[in-house]
């Protein structure tokens, strides 16, 4: 079976380019995978995982801040709002920003935008959960 | 005829401008390779959601969605992105000089059209200010420590204004970074959003599958797209300010050198004459007690 050829591009950087079997993404609908010969589909994605299937023995996990995925013709694209690779997140860094968050949440001071803190807490909490879900045991943080 | 020690002065004045320069050249360098490195990862983001917006559009939308239609043009807006400080060849002067050649294409036209300018850099917002424009808006001071925020008030300040009608076309002219040396001025049009037809009648456009739906994706895309613009510009503008200095301190620093040497050589002449008129005197006097 040939290979999806998949971008995944964010405001800062192209943080992967390269063929894959498969990619599963967080649709807004629901999560989904898409193979080879998925029909097109454009959807838009919410805060989650991003898996990626190299081959049958590499596997790849990445935090997604959601974002929007294109599939045509088997070139997958995706626009993530930020993406980081489950080796290269930065633990306590997503946890200060989950206290951050939550103190913004319940001290409601005036002017708060609740929306964005309500949108750092989900991204933070995702992080951290797939750290804690994902990272291979064995492999070195390499932000440690 | 300028006395030697006028010419010393103005070596030594000389020189320390050379320095400075100099300074300013190193300065400037390294602050490109950063800018430089910012603005090529921007590039592709700011190209694909570009790209992905063009395959949303359908029929419907270019004569309902407000963000594509085109509205009888009675308030134009141009945003002018110069730098906040001088110092960097014709980089401003070149832009303001463009802008002038849009105000003028539009009078031209005859249409009654109101140009308004939207002032980035602290160098076009003086130069709007002095001719008393109407600014409808600036950021100014932003290029020393470029943030991301600065994008997004802009396009919120433009998004609003364009969809209550103050204005009803936005053009950005920007520097576009092509390389350290070069700069390339770009007209181009943010709001409506421009669509090409002539591709979707070329190409059968393909049957997507949408989630949760064209409408909802177009919306949730079209001001992250927006943003992305905004900010690509901000920062093309800022390395190609960098690069725009950097030229201009070096040759600003080779114009010193030869001046320098040329100063020196005037010098050296001036300083033998003295010498040789001094010789003469004190000979011409030595002979004048000889035969007297």
Redesign the interface.
């Known amino acids: 079976m040939a290979d999806l050829n998949i971008?995944i591009?964010?405001?800062?950087?192209?943080t992967f380019s390269g063929q894959a079997k498969s990619i599963s993404v967080p649709?807004?609908?629901g999560n989904f995978q898409v193979l080879f010969n998925h029909?097109?589909?454009?959807?838009?994605l919410e805060i989650g995982l991003i898996k990626i299937n190299i081959d049958n023995n590499k596997t790849l996990f990445f935090a997604a801040g959601g974002g929007?995925i294109?599939v045509?013709?088997n070139n997958v694209?995706v626009?993530a709002?930020s993406l980081e690779e489950v080796i290269s997140i930065d633990v306590e860094r997503a946890a200060r920003a989950m206290e951050r968050a939550k103190k913004r949440i319940e001290e409601k001071v005036p002017g708060t935008d609740l929306e964005r803190a309500q949108f750092a807490l989900k991204r933070a909490m995702n992080r951290i959960l797939i750290v804690e879900k994902y990272l291979p045991k064995d492999s070195v943080n390499s932000r440690l | 005829m300028a006395t030697l020690r006028d010419i010393k002065s103005r070596i030594k004045g000389v020189k320390s401008t050379q320095q400075i320069t100099k300074a300013m050249k190193m300065v400037a360098a390294a602050k490109l390779r950063r800018a430089q490195e910012s603005v090529i990862n921007a590039r592709p983001y700011a190209r694909k959601i570009s790209e992905f917006i063009t395959h949303l559009v359908t029929e419907e939308d270019i004569t309902h969605n407000p963000y594509i239609v085109q509205r009888e043009v009675k308030n134009i807006v141009y945003v002018i992105v110069t730098a906040d400080r001088g110092l960097c060849g014709a980089f401003n002067n070149n832009i303001l000089k463009e802008a002038m050649r849009q105000f003028s294409i539009n009078e031209a036209s005859g249409k009654g059209i109101t140009a308004h300018v939207f002032c980035i850099g602290k160098k076009s917002y003086d130069f709007y200010k002095r001719r008393e424009f109407t600014i409808a808006g600036s950021a100014t001071g932003i290029f020393s420590s470029l943030k991301y925020e600065t994008a997004l008030q802009i396009t919120t300040e433009l998004i609003k204004k364009y969809l209550d009608g103050t204005f009803d076309k936005v053009i950005l002219i920007y520097n576009e970074f092509k390389s350290i040396i070069q700069q390339r001025i770009v007209t181009e049009q943010l709001l409506p959003v421009p669509v090409t037809l002539n591709n979707e009648e070329m190409e059968k456009p393909t049957d997507f599958i949408f989630e949760p739906g064209q409408k909802e994706i177009f919306n949730y895309l079209l001001p992250k797209h927006l943003k992305a613009q905004i900010w690509r510009i901000l920062l093309e503008s800022n390395a190609a300010e960098l690069g725009a200095k950097m030229t201009a301190m070096d040759n600003a620093t080779t114009n010193a050198k030869e001046l320098i040497r040329v100063l020196q050589l005037t010098y050296n002449k001036e300083r033998q004459a003295a010498i040789t008129k001094e010789i003469l005197e004190i000979v011409s006097g030595a002979n004048a007690q000889k035969t007297g």
């Open positions: 971008e591009v964010t405001p800062s950087k192209i649709g807004t609908d029909a097109p589909i454009m959807s838009t929007t294109e045509n013709n694209l626009l709002d």
